[in-house]
């Protein structure tokens, strides 16, 4: 995904936010702990919204908890990796 520096500087004042720090990351990282636990057990001991759901699906919410937890800070860091390339390049080619 691609992001132009607008939605970066969103993205950054987001994750420094306290909703995300206090409310959203550790809501998400227990849910994703909670799913982990649910997959541990067998079919039958699962309970609450695990109770009647196959491994995969179990597993497919995992990965997606997880891809939030980390996708953001990842985009930010390969902004930023790209626009020093292309800061270097400018330099280079413009020398």
Not at 14 to 26: Q, R
Not at 31 to 52: F, S
Not at 56 to 77: F, G, H, P
Request: with cysteine; aromatic share 6%; proline share 2%.
């Amino acid at each position: 995904m691609a992001l132009n520096e607008e939605q970066v500087g969103k993205i950054r004042n987001l994750l420094a936010s306290s909703g995300w720090n206090d409310v959203m990351k550790p809501v998400i990282a227990t849910k994703a702990h909670n799913a982990i636990k649910a997959l541990v057990l067998n079919p039958a001991e699962r309970t609450g919204e695990y109770k009647d759901r196959d491994d995969a699906s179990i597993r497919s919410d995992i990965k997606v908890l997880e891809w939030v937890l980390s996708c953001w800070q990842n985009e930010i860091s390969v902004f930023e990796h790209n626009k020093r390339l292309e800061e270097l390049d400018a330099q280079t080619n413009g020398a």
